[in-house]
């Protein structure tokens, strides 16, 4: 388990600068989660109270600031030494300046990710260090101070080693080295201290040479822990660049044509092409002016950097250039500059050695640490990147470029260095960041890529730059190509204002009606997709004052989200075909009744978004309940031109349980309000286009002109609501084929299929495709979609060995559990968590389309074992889907049954409802009812016999019925 760590320091410099900066760099550690189980109650840069200190004095003074802040925190008002007693503490010393990196090699950014982190960020040497301390090297260990140096890189295998004397001593060589270490081990071993080595493990010291550090960037040492390294880590980069393997590009953004070679590496820095970059280089802090000068340029085994530099109030940007193999502090005579001799170097530009030092310095200690050679400042002209670049000496040296570089301030590295501002530096890396994070943005949701923008959202809100990415995701919704991408664009605008009120301001789950949005809505209705999210966007900045606004501008963006999530399911009803049939006489009822349908896996990947962004699959099996057929409706033509929409409480000739008159269009216009009376039944006659609407004609003349009369509409059914079996859309078919039939027209089931996604997003109630293809196509079957638009759903009849169907009848049963079910609920939840790509939901996503695919397979081969297993899987895919879809009292049951069953689930989306198994032995419905009878906690619940319907569902005209009961007075329509 990771250590828990009670307060966490980062010791500076005095005059390192920066202090406020290093501190937000150490709280966004606290927001990725990078800290252990949870973050340090104390997280603190704290500064060196005078400069020369030591490593040995700052961490007292370290110390001493950790007493003061954790006894203010327990309510001390005096320090006591008390607090550290129980207190496990790390300081992390920021140690000496660094040639490569102005932050220091605590902040020498790395080419890797932390794909697990709540929130993006550059992944630096200080994240590195940080996960081994607390999940490698102190897991376990007991209170005290853990001092920790940043100026290595520390690798540890994941299983460290123990030592015993025999292996330390044998280990040491020759005979004198094995004595030695035999004194150290009887000496320290006096000590309370405690020695191990550990195997395999390595302590790379970030020297000053450039090779060195190169190579520490370019051989990429895999995954260590939770960093992911690679080629090119929080960047974008065009496609028409090239990178070889063995190059790094880290918090970059490359367009254009842009080479790299092996062995060199980009850092924090913004470049366009056409540019080539030989190998062995280090280039670090560009941005986009620096490429015209790069252009044309051969550059290899060189290293380039441009630094922030505050010379007292004034501050200006340097560029530095030096070879990779240079040495800093070797005198002139046994050094090199840009890989060749000082010699050369002169020759090659004209310089000479008393324009890089002083006359009275000695040649002993002229070295490339003290040199010169880097323009800061010109009294005339504004300095750039060519002033440096003309050193390579690569062509013929103009003298006016060495009288321009003579007459400028220049300055040595080893006067740089206390110039450096740090702050300024991170303050660019971070908006560098944030950049090439617009570009992902973009990149990401144009190219319908599975990756998470969550944590860059977190990142940007936590960093103020929230404005930024809002304006990227608005110009991505308004441009986009299609409703699907528009949507998801929407949804992350959602994740952001979510984000910026920081857990207050109420639950993101509620209405989203205000009227102030309704205009963008309607613009979305319409079609002007970006007409909608403008004015969107111009709503938005009246909500963002304070987090209960936040919160109801996220509801009124999801909202929004969802009418775009319609249109792209609308897309299906190209797959819809209507023929013209004989119109039934007046009065004879056309009626259909379906099976209900198990899904055994699969379920979740047919719902919207997730089935035309990822694809899905879903195994289903029509199925009678207690041996009948428990879905229905039935319609009839009425001499009166009106529709009379009832609804029966199980059986067609049960008591009426609600009845609703629509007379008038203005009747109709609740259809997409779930809730309202008859609201599937109004919208059946709107999607079947039985009823224009809207339309300027009235209903009545509408009725009268098409088909001399009116409508009534029957339904039932005999499944408990919410009971997972897909009434509801199974309902909804039952309804328009049936209505269908009535007016004069016939449609395909595949049709009725695509039918039914259109009318549930008419409704509003989403809902994906398995329900109905389990209750309308009989037997036993696999459904498909693709991911892409326009949806279209495709369905595989499933052969199994003969005499399995009779099997699978003798060992399914359903377990009604008497728990109502929250799918609704549950459906929010998924569609928010797969819009912002969860890692763990994408790939689950993977895992259901794949287990469907399996169960497929088993039923083909007849194996109850595997298909039990599948099952049993389809559970767990259905869990981490949906968490907390298994309430308590189906967890007691579940757990009741399982020695007696080869796999159980659920139905539908979980949360209640019916629960399916599959039992080891025959015919077992009896003895399992005693079973639970005899489990406590359970509450009611009842047994029920499935068979699989391998007939479908059924149209029947049956005929006019003058003593028909089902309706009171129901002989006024003939």
């Not at 940043?150 to 690798?155: I, Q, R, Y």
């Not at 004194?183 to 020297?207: E, H, K, Q």
Request: overall charge negative; proline content about 5%; charged content about 20%.
């Amino acid at each position: 388990m990771a250590t828990q760590w009670s307060a966490l320091l980062l010791t500076c410099r005095r005059g390192h600068g920066g202090v406020s900066a290093l501190q937000r760099e150490l709280e966004v550690r606290r927001l990725r989660g990078g800290l252990g189980p949870r973050p340090p109650a104390l997280l603190l840069a704290v500064e060196d109270p005078w400069a020369h200190l030591g490593s040995g004095g700052a961490t007292l003074n370290a110390l001493l600031v950790a007493a003061e802040h954790l006894s203010a925190r327990a309510g001390y008002t005096v320090v006591t030494a008390d607090v550290l007693r129980d207190a496990r503490i790390l300081i992390l010393h920021m140690g000496r300046d660094f040639s490569f990196d102005d932050c220091g090699r605590a902040f020498t950014c790395l080419p890797a990710e932390e794909p697990g982190a709540a929130a993006e960020a550059l992944v630096c040497n200080l994240d590195s260090l940080l996960g081994t301390m607390t999940h490698r090297l102190c897991v376990g260990s007991p209170p005290g101070v853990w001092v920790c140096s940043t100026d290595m890189l520390l690798t540890v295998p994941s299983t460290p080693g123990g030592m015993t004397e025999e292996d330390f001593v044998k280990g040491g060589g020759d005979a004198s080295v094995r004595n030695a270490r035999s004194v150290l081990w009887t000496a320290l071993r006096g000590f309370p201290l405690s020695m191990a080595c550990i195997p395999n493990a390595s302590y790379d010291y970030m020297s000053a040479s450039a090779s060195d550090h190169i190579r520490s960037l370019t051989v990429l040492p895999g995954s260590a822990s939770h960093l992911r390294f690679c080629k090119t880590a929080h960047s974008h980069v065009d496609q028409p660049c090239l990178l070889e393997d063995g190059s790094s590009v880290t918090n970059c953004l490359l367009e254009g044509a842009v080479q790299l070679a092996a062995g060199s590496v980009i850092q924090h820095s913004h470049l366009q092409g056409p540019l080539v970059i030989g190998s062995g280089c280090l280039l670090s802090g560009l941005n986009v002016d620096s490429s015209p000068a790069l252009r044309g340029c051969p550059l290899r085994d060189i290293v380039l950097q441009g630094h922030h530099v505050r010379l007292r109030d004034l501050p200006c940007r340097v560029f530095t250039l030096t070879g990779r193999l240079d040495d800093w502090q070797s005198p002139v005579e046994k050094a090199t500059y840009l890989n060749m001799p000082w010699a050369e170097f002169f020759q090659r530009t004209g310089i000479r050695e008393g324009d890089l030092w002083d006359a009275e310095m000695p040649r002993r200690t002229r070295c490339l640490l003290s040199a010169r050679l880097f323009p800061v400042l010109h009294a005339r002209e504004e300095l750039g990147l060519q002033d440096v670049l003309w050193l390579l000496g690569l062509a013929t040296v103009a003298s006016e470029q060495l009288a321009r570089w003579r007459t400028a301030w220049r300055m040595s590295w080893q006067e740089l260095l206390p110039c450096l501002d740090t702050e300024a530096e991170l303050n660019a890396r971070q908006a560098l960041f944030f950049l090439q994070g617009q570009r992902k943005v973009r990149r990401v949701l144009l190219g319908r890529q599975d990756s998470s923008l969550l944590p860059l959202a977190r990142s940007a809100v936590h960093e103020g730059y929230h404005k930024a990415l809002l304006g990227t995701l608005d110009e991505v919704a308004s441009t986009a190509s299609d409703a699907g991408i528009a949507a998801r664009a929407l949804a992350c605008i959602a994740e952001v204002l979510g984000c910026m009120a920081q857990g207050e301001g109420g639950l993101r789950s509620g209405p989203a009606a205000n009227r102030e949005w309704a205009s963008a809505f309607g613009l979305l209705e319409s079609g002007d997709i970006a007409g909608g999210v403008r004015e969107l966007a111009a709503e938005r900045q009246k909500w963002m004052s304070r987090p209960a606004l936040l919160v109801r501008a996220a509801r009124h963006y999801e909202g929004a989200e969802q009418i775009l999530v319609r249109q792209a399911v609308m897309s299906s009803c190209q797959f819809i075909t209507v023929e013209q049939v004989e119109l039934p006489p007046l009065g004879h009822w056309v009626q259909v009744v379906c099976p209900a349908r198990l899904d055994l896996s699969g379920g979740w990947s047919d719902t919207p978004p997730i089935t035309y962004e990822h694809g899905g699959a879903v195994v289903d099996v029509a199925v009678l309940v207690d041996g009948c057929r428990p879905i229905g409706a039935r319609v009839r033509r009425i001499a009166q031109p009106e529709l009379r929409l009832v609804s029966l409480s199980g059986t067609p000739r049960s008591e009426v349980v609600a009845e609703l008159v629509c007379q008038e269009l203005e009747h109709l216009q609740d259809y997409c309000q779930p809730h309202a009376p008859g609201a599937l039944l109004k919208a059946a006659f709107i999607c079947t286009r039985v009823v224009q609407f809207p339309s300027q004609t009235p209903l009545r003349a509408q009725l009268m002109e098409n088909f001399g009369g009116g409508f009534e509409v029957h339904t039932w059914s005999k499944l408990p609501h919410g009971s997972g079996l897909g009434t509801s859309s199974i309902l909804a078919g039952a309804v328009m084929a049936s209505l269908y039939q009535a007016a004069g027209k016939a449609a395909s089931t595949e049709s009725l299929i695509h039918d039914v996604l259109h009318l549930e997003q008419r409704l509003t109630t989403g809902g994906g495709w398995q329900d109905q293809v389990g209750g309308l196509v009989p037997g036993i079957k696999i459904g498909r979609s693709k991911a892409q638009l326009p949806l279209r759903v495709e369905v595989e009849q499933i052969l199994v060995p003969d005499g399995f169907t009779q099997t699978l009848n003798n060992h399914l049963l359903l377990v009604y559990t008497g728990k109502t079910r929250l799918a609704r609920n549950l459906l929010q939840d998924v569609v928010r968590n797969w819009y912002a790509r969860l890692p763990s939901i994408v790939q689950n996503a993977d895992a259901l389309v794949s287990n469907a695919e399996e169960c497929a397979q088993a039923l083909r081969q007849g194996d109850l074992q595997l298909l039990g297993k599948c099952l049993d899987c389809y559970w767990q895919q259905k869990k981490c889907m949906a968490p907390g879809c298994e309430p308590l009292a189906v967890g007691r049951m579940m757990d009741a049954l399982r020695p007696y069953v080869y796999g159980q689930c659920l139905a539908g989306a979980g949360g209640g409802g019916f629960l399916y198994i599959l039992t080891k032995a025959p015919q077992q419905k009896e003895a399992l009812h005693q079973i639970l009878a005899d489990t406590e906690g359970l509450g009611n619940f009842s047994i029920h016999s499935i068979e699989v319907d391998t007939g479908g569902f059924s149209v029947e005209v049956v005929g006019c019925d003058m003593k028909d009961s089902a309706h009171p007075g129901g002989d006024r329509a003939v």
